[in-house]
C-alpha cells in the first residue's frame, strides 16, 4: 500500500468547509483513496473512497488531483461532532484484507 | 446501517486470567477482524475470519486466539491475560462487495492489572 502524508492538526470553524489535504506521491494504478474517521473513545467510521474522479456522498466530497498524487477531504458544513482524526488510506481493494491507519489529521471544530 | 457491536465497552482483568470479548455484527459479512490500537502504534491487526471456521494470523498473534462458530459472531479471546494487552481492542466486519469497506465496533477499553 502506497504511504501517505497528512498534516498533524488542522482547526475549522463551526459550519465551514474543513478541507483535510493527504499526499499520496506513490500511488499506483490501481490502488483507492480510502477515508475513515475515529471519533474520541469510538471505532473507526468509513466515509468515502475514490480511484481518480471526485466523488461526494452524504457525509464528505473527495477531490482527487488529476495525477492522484494527492486527495482533499471537505467536509462542507462542519459541525462539532466532526472533530475527530481523519486518516487517509491508499489501497488496492482487491484481497486487501488489513486496515493500516498513519497518524491521520486531528481535527478540531471550535465553536 | 450496519451495526457491529463489541459485549463490553470497558474491561478490568487481573493478570492469569482468561478473557472474552466477543463481537457480533448484522449485515451477514463474510469478513471479521480484530484490532488492538495503541498510542503511537496505530491499528494492528490480532486475527481476522474470512468465514464460519476459518482464521488467520494477523501481525499480533501471540497470546491471543479467536473463535468463528457462527457467521455473525467473532470471539477473541486472551487465554492468560497480562499487563501488555492492556489496550482498546477493535472488532470489524467486511463485505465482499465494492468498495469492500470496514465497519467498526465502538471498542473495548480493556485493562489488565
Known amino acids: 500500500d502506497a504511504k501517505t502524508t497528512q498534516p498533524t492538526s488542522m482547526d475549522c470553524a463551526e459550519g465551514r468547509a474543513a478541507n483535510l489535504p493527504c499526499n499520496h506521491s506513490?500511488?499506483?494504478?490501481?490502488?483507492?483513496v480510502y477515508w475513515y474517521r475515529q471519533i474520541h473513545s469510538q471505532g473507526p467510521q468509513y466515509i468515502i473512497h475514490g480511484l481518480k474522479n471526485n466523488e461526494t456522498n452524504e457525509m464528505a466530497s473527495l477531490i482527487i488531483t488529476e495525477d492522484r498524487k494527492s486527495s482533499t477531504l471537505i467536509l462542507p458544513h462542519a459541525t462539532l461532532r466532526d472533530t475527530a482524526v481523519y486518516y487517509c488510506i491508499v489501497r488496492v481493494h482487491q484481497g486487501a484484507q488489513k486496515l493500516v491507519f498513519g497518524q491521520g489529521t486531528r481535527l478540531t471544530i471550535n465553536p | 446501517d450496519v451495526k457491529v457491536t463489541q459485549s463490553s465497552r470497558y474491561l478490568v482483568k487481573r493478570t492469569g486470567e482468561k478473557v472474552f470479548l466477543e463481537c457480533v455484527q448484522d449485515m451477514d459479512h463474510e469478513n471479521m477482524f480484530w484490532y488492538r490500537q495503541d498510542p503511537g502504534l496505530g491499528l494492528r491487526l490480532i486475527y481476522f475470519s474470512y468465514d464460519v471456521k476459518m482464521k488467520e494470523k494477523g501481525d499480533i498473534p501471540e497470546g491471543y486466539s479467536v473463535s468463528r462458530e457462527k457467521k455473525e459472531r467473532f470471539s477473541l479471546i486472551l487465554e492468560s491475560a497480562s499487563t501488555n494487552q492492556t489496550s482498546m481492542y477493535l472488532c470489524a466486519s467486511r463485505g465482499l462487495l465494492f468498495p469492500y469497506e470496514q465497519y467498526f465496533g465502538p471498542g473495548t477499553r480493556l485493562t489488565v492489572t
Open positions: 506513490t500511488i499506483s494504478g490501481n490502488e483507492y
